[in-house]
């Protein structure tokens, strides 16, 4: 049987593998080169944009179930963390019941501001 310790390293190296991935796509984003960064098979709702899924977001939604799936191992708490966020600001961006929308720019600013407040 694996030792906490070691699923603790584990979990640390992969929220900094996450962090450090996801900082500099969000950051394209948010000088607006990627207005698709939250459109992800999962979480789309948008037809026309079914095949127009953001190949980095999909492997960080998986990085980040990774990380969720351990931390419930581990008994750890998620709110709140990158790997948590991701998902809901996805589901965000998708969110059909707000008319106005959300756009990806401003979404991934505030998810910026929020990872740079925040630990993983």
Known sequence: ?????????????????????????????????????FSTTEFNPFPHLRFEADSETESLIRLGRQILGL??????????TIAERICWYCREWGNTDNHHGKAAQGLALQFLEEISGAGP
Request: net charge neutral; hydrophobic share 40%; no cysteine.
């Open 71 to 80: 931390r419930e191992k581990l008994g750890e708490d998620a709110s709140g």
């Open 1 to 37: 049987m694996v030792s906490k310790a070691k699923l603790y390293a584990q979990l640390d190296k992969m929220e900094d593998e996450l962090k450090l991935r996801i900082v500099p796509h969000l950051e394209n984003a948010a000088k607006g080169k990627n207005d698709l960064v």
